[in-house]
């Protein structure tokens, strides 16, 4: 008898728990239905004597539904973004300037080694690889892999960084959390008002919290030079300028563009498949901004180039790839969906139109996105995009390493793939209308506009209206 009612209060048990995590889950559905979508502004910003550092909101709903996060760093000239490393997969893409980054992977040699001495006069360096990077580059650092990077260039240096949140490798918070390795981020920024959850993004230095003397044994140092690498008396802030010109032991600019090209016609001829890379000498770095490998290119509107998994293995890895698009003057794009990945796109240059419709047939979104801010497209929402007078250039970040776009007009559309008597018989017109309506376009996903001008302009003379 006592075995019984045992079994029923469990059984019970199980069900109310059931039920708790299946309303816990509808809510969240709820929470994430996308029914009103905006175009996203950095909220928060972290000043330091070398640059600066840009937050999204991480607890945005868009952004979290989607789990993702998003910084931006501009690094001044002969500035350092000191070694750090975070619990999430980060993608991040060049957008102005140059330099070159440094990873440190657990279990790696240390390959690259400075030129011999004279006169013994400086122990030889011995370090891990350093790559120089570029306006277009990707990079992708996997969650907890120390990097850092450095402008060496004639101009700031912009980065936008994308956190994938719900990857597998992340096993602590939706809101991601950076560990710096040296240094003391945070000095700079004793004065500077932050929010709470920018504080859990924009940590200090892990070895600041260990004992000195213990910390001492264990790099087998004195106290004193404990406490520099605790980050006592040394500079302070995460992004910090170098006195003079960083000198390391790195391959030449001229020589690794050389290797890049080699690399990329290999790739095209289908003879670089990712066996030969280990983890010690995958590739992370890849140019996006080529117009030569542009997967559509229409003269008259514009280009889309994509990258994905079968182009760099990493994507395979961290389940993320990118596209980068360029629209002429008042060239359009769409209508389609991406249809097993979200889409966050970041305008780099111009403007566009952009409107989002969900699966009630409903208007999401009707924006005029503009360079630097961020618009989250959600997986198999119909969007179609229309440039500004300036045209609209973009990068867009995707949850998927081989997303996949659909396309509602034009070849290779779903137009031009349903019969001409289903058309017929669904719009309820003749057979010759439906023809004419399924090949009209023959133009692939980005489109030359039939109606140009005062028509465009008046729609962005609306939208700039009820902004204000």
């Known amino acids: 008898m006592a075995f019984r009612l045992f079994l029923i209060s469990f059984i019970s048990l199980l069900l109310l728990h059931g039920c708790i995590a299946r309303r816990n889950d509808l809510q969240e559905q709820q929470e994430c239905n996308f029914d009103r979508l905006n175009a996203l502004q950095p909220t928060s910003t972290v000043e330091a004597e070398g640059g600066r550092t840009e937050f999204w909101n991480p607890d945005t709903k868009q952004f979290r539904c989607a789990g993702v996060a998003f910084l931006r760093h501009t690094i001044r000239r002969k500035s350092l973004l000191v070694p750090s490393y975070v619990n999430s997969v980060l993608m991040a893409f060049v957008e102005q300037g140059r330099g070159y980054y440094g990873v440190v992977l657990p279990g790696c040699p240390e390959t690259f080694q400075s030129p011999q001495e004279q006169s013994g006069e400086r122990m030889r360096d011995r370090h891990q690889k350093i790559e120089n990077f570029k306006k277009g580059d990707i990079l992708i650092f996997h969650a907890g892999v120390t990097h850092w990077m450095y402008n060496n260039g004639d101009q700031d240096l912009k980065v936008v960084v994308m956190f994938d949140t719900t990857n597998r ?31 859990q993004f924009q940590g200090d230095s892990i070895l600041k919290g260990f004992d000195t003397e213990m ?3 264990a790099i087998k140092v004195n106290p004193d030079m404990a406490s520099k690498v605790k980050g006592e008396n040394v500079k302070e802030g995460h992004i910090i300028t170098i006195e003079k010109e960083l000198q390391v032991t790195r391959p030449e600019q001229q020589e690794e563009e050389e290797e890049e090209s080699q690399q990329g016609e290999e790739q095209g001829r289908g003879r670089h498949n990712g066996l030969e890379e280990t ?43 990118a596209e980068r698009g360029h629209l002429k003057k ?3 794009m769409g209508p389609f969906w991406v249809l097993n990945a979200h889409s966050i796109m970041y305008p780099t240059d111009g403007e566009a139109r952009i409107q989002i419709v969900n699966n009630q047939g409903k208007q999401v979104a009707d924006e005029r996105l503009q360079k630097g801010q961020l618009m989250l497209i959600p997986q198999n929402f119909a969007v179609m995009i229309q440039a500004g007078n300036q045209g609209f250039k973009w990068v867009a970040f995707k949850t998927n390493d081989n997303a996949m776009i659909t396309p509602i007009a034009g070849r290779a559309s779903v137009l031009r793939g349903l019969p001409v008597s289903v058309l017929a018989n669904i719009l309820q017109i003749s057979e010759e209308e439906a023809s004419k309506l399924k090949y009209n376009n023959a133009e692939t996903i980005m489109f030359t506009p039939k109606y140009q001008g005062k028509r465009f302009s008046r729609a962005f003379e609306n939208l700039l209206i009820r902004e204000v």
């Open 169 to 199: 490798a992340n096993q602590l918070d939706s809101i991601p959390q950076r560990f710096f390795v040296l240094g003391n981020p945070q000095g700079q920024q004793q004065g500077q008002q932050q929010q709470p959850l920018l504080q």
């Open 215 to 217: 910390l001492a044994d």
């Open 279 to 321: 983890s010690c000498s995958q590739r992370i770095r890849v140019n996006i901004d080529k117009i030569d490998q542009a997967d559509i290119f229409n003269p008259q509107a514009g280009h889309l180039t994509s990258l994905n998994s079968h182009h760099l293995s990493i994507l395979n890895d961290v389940k993320l790839s």
């Open 330 to 332: 008042n060239a359009m």
